[in-house]
């Protein structure tokens, strides 16, 4: 895939992932052309001053729920990443209209633009949390990955591939624990909603070059997950405010006390590619022979936080706290 002729949107482009993924594009791949879509005035007005301008880059304002703006955006576009999202868990159970018109109908009118424009191939971001879903920001999300699966079916012999990724909490993203944690550090105190949750942990960069990788191997219709380690909230806890006291204040609604990436029913039409797992779907549409190197797993497997033969350490925690 030659990135160089590739005409690449992202909805959510002034967010956590929406800048690092901008900031390698433009580093390492030079694209023709990278068009930021965003609702946020300030946000984008901020990346420009951060040194986010190049001949290469457009920003666009404008909502996921807005299906007219998103065709318009996307006329001649050849890459479209879905990364627009109301993704707080506590603002989703409280906001849960919100929720379904920005997650579930923004999904939908990503997808609408995209066939309508001839985008060849779109990308959407996906979580843990849409795996047996507890809360309303998960199940939005699976509503969303399976909108994003069976779209393959509705582009007939159109150009327009859909895809998934799926993966864990990104460490320095809006919303993660690890600022509230140093900001508790100074108090003495740092509350845990329970010490015994685990989770899945990647960084930002981990999570922008999988998703660039994923685009290159897509065919239409996968959900990529990458395999990445699982942490314990009480070691990371420990690890960036030792000797303080640890307050336990029990699980929010909507939490979890683990997380799940890939589910026992799931696990039987999923691949082992080595460096990451491809959940593939079960439909008439999709060919059983596009990874050819991929291994089945074995009976009963699933891919959970707790279960996880991966973990990061003491000091890895720390290190990642101190980044």
Known sequence: MDWTQETVLVTGGTGSFGRH???ILLEEYQPKKLIIFSRDELKQHEMRVAGFEGPSLRYFIGDVRDVDRLRRAMSGVTVAIHAAALKH???CE????EGVLTNIMGGRNVIDAAL???VQKVLALSTDKA???VNLYGATKL???????QANAYRGTGPTSFACCRYGNVVGSRGSVIPLFKKQRDTGVVTITDERMTRFWLTLDQGVRFVIDSIERMHGGEVFVPKIPSMSLMELAKAIAPGCDMQNIGIRPGEKLHEILVSEDEA???LDLGDCYVLQPSHPWWPSDHYPEGKALPEGF???SDTNDDWLSHEQLAALAAD
Do not use: H, M, W
Request: charged share 15%; proline share 10%; aromatic share 14%.
């Open 21 to 23: 993924f901008a900031q």
């Open 89 to 91: 868990v506590p603002v």
């Open 94 to 97: 409280y906001n849960p209209i």
């Open 116 to 118: 309508d424009c001839g």
């Open 131 to 133: 795996v047996n879903p």
């Open 143 to 149: 509503v969303s990955e399976k909108l994003f699966v």
């Open 268 to 270: 039987r039409t999923t």
């Open 302 to 304: 699933t891919y959970a």
